[in-house]
């Protein structure tokens, strides 16, 4: 796992080896759009994947009775990176919902993320000229478009504090602990500090230091981290006024730095900005090259199955898996460059559809971004 399992065979392609959670829902349509994708990448710039398919989610309740198996998490942890579809069912009608919390789908996902180290979560939220119309801001508000990054904290804080419900005198009470060492806080705002780098050179840390010690401590290492890269300039946000100017200017941001709670929130309102979430990808990395990559929406039981399925956010994973896992840039700007040009050229699945636009289904799109590599 800590390097990519390289070796060069036959007519001296680079080989790398993938380990794929199709998951449920529209999870296995999306996952195989992104497969013929990186396959035609493979045959232009020359190296191969190998994938071993593995069961998460809902799919390995139904074979496995839990929602994720050691023997999944060690293929996971042999493998160069993990490229996953999207995993869960419909919380009101399907039987896995029904099991104890620690046995539902999304236990899968807070387990893998901790079993794999998987502290870093990247969200790009990035307005692409030919959707503005589905971005539900005002053009004023707009303007030159946005492109951010949200770099989340995935492996501490308030999801993995300990947690209780109890019963005082008749009285029901939970309670959830909010924890973060200065280790946590100083590898994370290093990851987002040397993300920035590669950017416009901006970092947002957003905390709520008014009230949190642990938003006090974040703050004090982010400031410390800082100290090692003078180029990139650092500023300090409020979780609820950072809320607002997502709405209000999001093209102030590049990178955003924050814990695990308030990154799940505005990440998800981020998304909710660009005005298409089938459009959205994300990475979750340790601290070597490994990395988890999916796209950034749900398993979308609503529409599985139909066709229907926008699969730009996982072949845009796919894409980030080829930069940070696997150093194939060239390949990732190639993947990056044909969706473009597919969304330039009025291609369009339901979710992003609008006028004048030709509306295709998600194994069409697929072919489509494919044929442009
Ligand atoms: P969702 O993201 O699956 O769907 C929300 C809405 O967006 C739905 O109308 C859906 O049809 C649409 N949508 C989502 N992705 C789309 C795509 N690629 N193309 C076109 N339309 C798309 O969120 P939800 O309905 O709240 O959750 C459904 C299931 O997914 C739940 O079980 C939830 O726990 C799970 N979930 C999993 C992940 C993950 O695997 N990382 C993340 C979020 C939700």
Aim: hydrophobic fraction near 40%.
């Amino acid at each position: 796992m800590l390097c990519p399992s390289i070796c060069k065979k036959g007519a001296g392609k680079m080989k790398y080896k993938i380990a794929v959670i199709p998951g449920d829902g529209i999870g296995p349509e999306i996952v195989s759009e992104a497969i013929k994708v990186l396959e035609k990448a493979g045959e232009k710039f020359g190296f191969q994947l190998e994938y071993t398919k593995l069961l998460m989610g809902g799919a390995s309740i139904d074979v496995h009775g839990v929602p994720l198996t050691d023997d999944t998490i060690a293929a996971a942890k042999a493998s160069d990176a993990v490229l996953m579809g999207s995993i869960g069912g419909d919380a009101k009608t399907s039987p896995w919902y029904k099991l104890e919390p620690s046995k539902r789908p999304e236990a899968g996902l807070l387990k893998i993320r901790k079993s794999l180290n998987l502290f870093a979560n990247l969200r790009p939220a990035y307005l692409y000229e030919e959707l503005k119309e589905a971005c539900p801001l005002r053009d004023d508000i707009i303007g030159g478009g946005f492109d951010m990054m949200i770099m989340r904290e995935l492996t501490g804080g308030l999801y993995f504090g300990e947690r209780r419900t109890t019963l005082e005198n008749g009285i029901r009470k939970a309670v959830d602990t909010l924890t973060y060492d200065e280790n946590e806080i100083r590898r994370i705002a290093k990851r987002g500090f040397d993300i920035a780098r590669k950017r416009r050179k901006k970092v947002t840390s957003v905390d709520k230091a008014n009230v949190l010690d642990s938003s006090r401590l974040w703050r004090a290492v982010v400031e410390e981290v800082a100290k090692e890269y003078p180029d990139v300039e650092l500023n300090h946000m409020l979780v609820d006024n950072c809320a607002m100017q997502l709405v209000r200017d999001p093209g102030q941001f590049d990178v955003i730095l924050t814990e695990n709670m308030f990154g799940d929130i505005l990440s998800d309102e981020a998304s909710m900005v660009t005005g298409s979430i089938g459009m959205l990808s994300s990475a979750s990395l340790n601290e070597t090259k490994f990395g988890l990559y999916e796209p950034s929406h749900g398993s979308a039981p609503d529409i599985a199955g139909t066709d229907k399925a926008n699969p730009i956010a996982t072949i845009l994973s796919a894409a980030m898996m080829l930069r940070f896992s696997l150093d194939l840039d060239e390949a990732a700007d190639a993947v990056e460059k044909a969706v473009k040009q597919v969304l330039r050229e009025g291609y369009r699945t339901a979710d992003i559809m609008s006028a004048g636009c030709v509306q295709v289904g998600c194994r069409q799109m697929g072919d489509l971004i494919a044929e442009r590599i």
